[in-house]
């Protein structure tokens, strides 16, 4: 898909008045690469079908932002800087001992393929921590790595509403809806 996306922006500049956007364009490359290595792990072990699928919803996605003459427009205008998005050694920063114990163990059974063990954990910290969008990341992607769909996008709509940015929590729950 990589490879496609790459094709397709490369096309892109090439049009005629494109010359303006190229900066646009290579952003919305790299983020099409980002979205697809978010999703990739979620595609192991699918039938052909069913990962097909999450190509093309991610594909159409980059189509949409290249072909979008709002976005394009949108870039003359001094740019925003964007909504941070939480890293996980920030939450660790702020949460009790206790809590950064199991976020560790949560976050080592996922590393380790122990989805069920650590979607476990993840919802127990979400228990005493609700409002946090990166333990929501987490436990979808584990609920994901589960074929629990319904979960991640119940924990990330919410995620994507506070924070429309979240590239990371929009890429989990465009594979959650296909799922």
Same mark, same amino acid.
């Given at each position: 898909?990589?490879?496609?996306?790459?094709?397709?922006?490369?096309?892109?500049?090439?049009?005629?008045?494109?010359?303006?956007?190229?900066?646009?364009?290579?952003?919305?490359?790299?983020?099409?690469?980002? %979205?697809?290595?978010?999703?990739?792990?979620? #595609? /192991?072990? &699918? !039938? +052909?079908?069913?990962?097909?699928?999450?190509?093309?919803?991610?594909?159409?996605?980059?189509?949409?932002?290249?072909?979008?003459?709002?976005?394009?427009?949108?870039?003359?205008?001094?740019?925003?800087?964007?909504?941070?998005?939480?890293?996980?050694?920030?939450?660790?920063?702020?949460?009790?001992?206790?809590?950064?114990?199991?976020?560790?163990?949560?976050?080592?059974?996922?590393?380790?393929?122990?989805?069920?063990? %650590?979607?476990?954990?993840?919802?127990?910290? #979400? /228990?005493? &921590? !609700? +409002?946090?969008?990166?333990?929501?990341?987490?436990?979808?992607?584990?609920?994901?790595?589960?074929?629990?769909?319904?979960?991640?996008?119940?924990?990330?709509?919410?995620?994507?509403?506070?924070?429309?940015?979240?590239?990371?929590?929009?890429?989990?729950?465009?594979?959650?809806?296909?799922?």
């Amino acid at each position: 898909m990589t490879a496609v996306v790459i094709s397709l922006a490369g096309l892109f500049r090439l049009m005629p008045g494109s010359a303006k956007s190229a900066n646009v364009l290579e952003a919305q490359e790299e983020c099409a690469i980002e %979205a697809e290595e978010q999703c990739r792990p979620h #595609l /192991r072990g &699918l !039938p +052909a079908a069913s990962a097909r699928k999450i190509v093309l919803a991610a594909l159409t996605s980059a189509m949409i932002g290249l072909l979008s003459p709002t976005q394009l427009c949108a870039q003359t205008e001094p740019v925003t800087p964007g909504t941070h998005v939480e890293t996980a050694q920030e939450l660790a920063g702020r949460i009790t001992p206790s809590q950064r114990t199991q976020l560790v163990a949560a976050t080592t059974a996922f590393n380790s393929h122990q989805y069920a063990g %650590a979607l476990v954990s993840f919802k127990s910290l #979400l /228990r005493d &921590l !609700p +409002a946090e969008p990166l333990l929501a990341k987490f436990a979808s992607d584990s609920a994901l790595q589960l074929g629990d769909a319904d979960f991640a996008v119940a924990e990330l709509k919410p995620v994507v509403a506070a924070n429309p940015e979240d590239w990371q929590a929009l890429a989990m729950l465009t594979c959650a809806y296909v799922l």
